[in-house]
Nanobody, 124 residues
Framework: QLQLVESGGGLAQAGGSLRLSCVVY????????VGWLRQAPGKEREFVVG???????RHAESVKGRFTISRDTTKNTVYLQMNGLKPEDTAVYFC??????????????????WGKGTQVTVSS
């Protein structure tokens, strides 16, 4: 059983940066893949970036070179550093985990546990 709590969302200007944090509660964190997914108004939830339990990462094409994911196992926390933000990055960002997983999945349905989400708004 895992519980995830996101923080760090807010308002940024185009070209700016934000850092999101996801604290993961539960022993299974050490063997879980964790992903950041987002959902914009009127759109389906989509995969953004993920990290495996051993540090391998996977990025959506739309964020490559701009977004970086990392995890601090001492703090049970996963971070999403977002640079070069664009208005189309505006969405609710969710942290999600798949227990016992290897490489992070891109299908939202594969994730077992979800946070409540944090709003990111990028103005032009």
């Amino acid at each position: 059983q895992l519980q995830l709590v996101e923080s760090g969302g807010g308002l940024a200007q185009a070209g700016g940066s934000l850092r999101l944090s996801c604290v993961v509660y539960g022993r299974a964190f050490s063997r879980a893949a964790v992903g950041w997914l987002r959902q914009a108004p009127g759109k389906e939830r989509e995969f953004v970036v993920g990290i495996s339990w051993n540090g391998s990462t996977r990025h959506a094409e739309s964020v490559k070179g701009r977004f970086t994911i990392s995890r601090d196992t001492t703090k049970n926390t996963v971070y999403l550093q977002m640079n070069g933000l664009k208005p189309e990055d505006t969405a609710v960002y969710f942290c999600a985990a798949e227990a016992g997983a290897g490489f992070p999945r891109t299908d939202p349905d594969e994730y077992d546990y979800w946070g409540k989400g944090t709003q990111v708004t990028v103005s032009s």
